[in-house]
Each structure stands twice: as C-alpha cells, then as structure tokens.
C-alpha cells in the first residue's frame, strides 16, 4: 500500500522560506510522477507543482512560478517543494499526491492522483 507523508510546514513571516518534504513508501517510487497540492480554508484543492518520474520535466501553477521550486531523490524515496519569498495567500494545508498509474509527464489534474498524503499546514504571517 502506497503510503505518503509530508513535513516541514509551519508559521513563517512573509518574505520567508520553507522546504517542504514528502517521504513515500509501498512501490517503486522512481516510477511515478508526484505532485503537491494545497488547500486553502473554504477553498478547493489545487495543484501548485508536479514533477515526472525521472524529475526531467516539471509544472507549476501560475501563480507560484519563480518562487517554488519541486524536486526529488529518487534513492530516497522523497519529493520536496521549496518555497520561498513566502506570501500570506500561501496560506494552506499542503499535500503531496501520487498516481496509480506510470505517467510519463507531469498530471496536473486532481483526479490523476490516487494516494494523498494527510497533509502539512503552512501558515504565512503579514
């Protein structure tokens, strides 16, 4: 069983850093794409970035373009999101997702992923 969990969140002031982790575990993790979401309060989930298998290719959300940055290591099984030059709009629960199925890209739709993690509540101050 696919199983996925985030850290690093917290409360930061704006203008700061985060590094955002999600370690998985339960198959070959170098085979499938990843991608974080996040979830603002009274607002849907929406993708923020996504990252193929290999880490070759990458998708972000227009609105975090130039300030978040996904990667992984696939020989540690894990997919981070650095953030920087925080904003209080970036205000969420953050949550790292993975597809059942080899994608060769980079899904960018809710309904591509199948396991969530249970999430990591990032808090930016003005």
């Known amino acids: 069983q696919v199983q996925l969990v985030e850290s690093g969140g917290g409360l930061v002031q704006a203008g700061g850093s985060l590094r955002l982790s999600c370690a998985a575990s339960?198959?070959?993790?170098?085979?499938?794409?990843m991608g974080w979401f996040r979830q603002a309060p009274g607002k849907e989930r929406d993708i923020v970035a996504a990252i193929s298998w290999s880490g070759a290719s990458t998708y972000y959300a227009d609105s975090v373009k130039g300030r978040f940055t996904i990667s992984r290591d696939n020989a540690k099984n894990t997919v981070y999101l650095q953030i920087n030059n925080l904003k209080p709009e970036d205000t969420a629960v953050y949550y790292c997702?993975?597809?059942?199925?080899?994608?060769?890209?980079?899904?960018?739709?809710?309904?591509?992923?199948?396991?969530w993690g249970q999430g990591t509540q990032v808090t930016v101050s003005s």
């Open positions: 997702a993975a597809p059942r199925r080899p994608y060769r890209g980079t899904p960018v739709a809710g309904t591509d992923y199948d396991y």
């Open positions: 339960g198959r070959t993790f170098s085979s499938y794409a």
